[in-house]
């Protein structure tokens, strides 16, 4: 299985702070990279799918980059909305895998 | 536009079957680059992929390691709708529940509204 390992774990962070979110893969899963946001009691948003393009209907403050191993995802300027926890997910071989998580906390 | 809603219990004994059911409506469980997921999130687990089902001319069916034995994934064409049957659960299947589809090789763009079951006697 392709291991994801998101870092950080957690952060606190202000309105108006530009946040970066990472996402390493245990081996090359190309650009087969998603990102979500996910709530309290809610189920998983997609964000950012095949690791730059932005979903519809998403807010043009989130992007991705990345590619092979490394990837990124970086709120340009947090929203009081965006308090969250963010997941990326490889989409490149089954089992799809997903990192552990980033929670996003006001400072 | 595309909806996912599932039904099925909250409560489960323990080696009894888990079922729950993803009607689909605004798509088609059959169509052709849509594929239908079954995810699990706990606190232990995180979020944890357990299979999908899709139709490329034929039905094909992929499933997690974990739970190959015991997971049947069934699409129903006549009710547009997909289900999951999880066979001799045990306190650690306890977890909320979440169909989803996915486009292609992308993400999961829409997700049911997820059911909490938990497995207990």
């Known amino acids: 299985d392709i291991q994801m390992t998101q870092s950080p774990s957690s952060l606190s962070a202000s309105v108006g702070d530009r946040v970066t979110i990472t996402c390493r893969a245990s081996?090359?899963?190309?650009?087969?990279l998603n990102w979500y946001q996910q709530k309290p009691g809610k189920a998983p948003k997609l964000l950012i799918y095949?690791?730059?393009s932005l979903q519809s209907g998403v807010p043009s403050r989130f992007s991705g980059s990345g590619s092979g191993t490394d990837f990124t995802l970086t709120i340009s300027s947090l929203q009081p909305e965006d308090f969250a926890t963010y997941y990326c997910?490889?989409?490149?071989?089954?089992?799809?895998?997903f990192g552990g998580g980033t929670k996003v906390e006001i400072k | 536009q595309v909806q996912l809603q599932q039904s099925g219990p909250g409560l489960v004994k323990p080696s009894q079957t888990l079922s729950l059911t993803c009607a689909i409506s605004?798509?088609?469980?059959?169509?052709?680059?849509?594929?239908w997921i079954w995810i699990r999130q706990s606190p232990s687990r995180g979020l944890e992929w357990l299979g999908r089902?899709?139709?490329?001319?034929?039905?094909?069916?992929d499933y997690a390691l974990s739970v190959k034995s015991r997971m049947t994934i069934n699409p129903d064409t006549s009710k547009n709708q997909v289900s999951l049957q999880l066979n001799s659960v045990t306190p650690d299947d306890t977890a909320v529940y979440y169909c989803?589809?996915?486009?292609?090789?992308?993400?999961?763009?829409?997700w049911g509204q997820g059911t909490t079951v938990t497995v207990s006697s």
């Open positions: 095949t690791a730059s």
């Open positions: 605004g798509d088609s469980v059959s169509r052709n680059g849509a594929a």
């Open positions: 989803a589809s996915q486009k292609g090789g992308g993400g999961m763009d829409v």
């Open positions: 081996q090359s899963i190309s650009g087969y």
């Open positions: 997910q490889q989409s490149y071989n089954t089992p799809l895998t």
């Open positions: 089902t899709y139709y490329r001319s034929r039905w094909y069916y």
